[in-house]
């Protein structure tokens, strides 16, 4: 079963526009990552931010964590047609000694030139 | 550095078939997961190795097993395949971190 899910399942927009993505999730983690994917290919890291870590940058990226909720958002800043691409969230839970990932569901962005 | 390698790309079997798949961890990586990606589902975790154990296995039926061998690479083994078996299958690497590195993923098709 999936632990996280994005929100929402598809969003479209003009290029140079922001992107927000939201995630929920059921249980306590570790740290939450976030992943694209173009078009069934490999998945690539984004951006980790630790379970006592609030909000975090990297380049035109920002990723906010709510503990008390179980909840993130991703915002992707002036977005471009190459950001085209499923987003997924990630969780790894506090229990164990594994690196276990627990996706979401994704959310699709298409970015319209 | 080269970077996680799936082989083969894409891979076309029968139900009741047995496959293969093998995975080159990111140089300096000593721990390889397996996922399962059904189309417009997000991946599964199969199961990790560490140290050419299994260290950890998510709820796949043993028809899925696997092996680390001594230079850290992988393989996915799946017997009896069924047509739900199609999938993505995406191998990942890492060593003591959080962060883990994906390969391009081997694209079972069964028919």
């Known amino acids: 079963s999936q632990q996280g899910e994005e929100d929402p399942q598809a969003l479209s927009i003009q290029e140079g526009e922001n992107a927000t993505m939201n995630c929920s999730y059921k249980?306590?983690?570790?740290?939450l990552q976030w992943y694209r994917q173009n078009s069934g290919r490999g998945l690539v890291h984004l951006i980790l931010?630790?379970?006592?870590?609030r909000e975090k940058h990297s380049g035109r990226l920002r990723v906010t964590l709510d503990t008390s909720k179980k909840s993130s958002s991703l915002l992707i800043t002036a977005s471009r047609a190459a950001d085209t691409a499923s987003y997924f969230c990630a969780t790894d839970l506090p229990s164990g000694s594994a690196r276990q990932l627990t996706f979401g569901s994704g959310t699709q962005l298409t970015v319209l030139p | 550095d080269a970077g996680v390698t799936q082989s083969p790309t894409h891979l076309i079997k029968t139900r009741g078939q047995q496959v293969t798949l093998r995975c080159s961890p990111k140089s300096g990586h000593d721990t390889v997961s397996w996922y399962q990606q059904a189309l417009g589902q997000g991946p599964q975790f199969i199961f990790q190795?560490?140290?050419?154990?299994?260290?950890q296995r998510g709820n796949f039926p043993d028809r899925f097993s696997g092996h680390q061998f001594p230079n850290y690479s992988s393989e996915l083994n799946v017997n009896a395949l069924l047509l739900g078996d199609s999938a993505l299958y995406l191998c990942?690497?890492?060593?003591?971190?959080?962060?883990?590195?994906f390969g391009p993923g081997t694209r079972l098709t069964v028919t």
């Open positions: 931010i630790r379970s006592n870590e």
């Open positions: 249980t306590s983690i570790n740290n």
């Open positions: 990942a690497s890492c060593h003591g971190t959080y962060e883990q590195y």
């Open positions: 190795y560490y140290e050419e154990e299994e260290r």
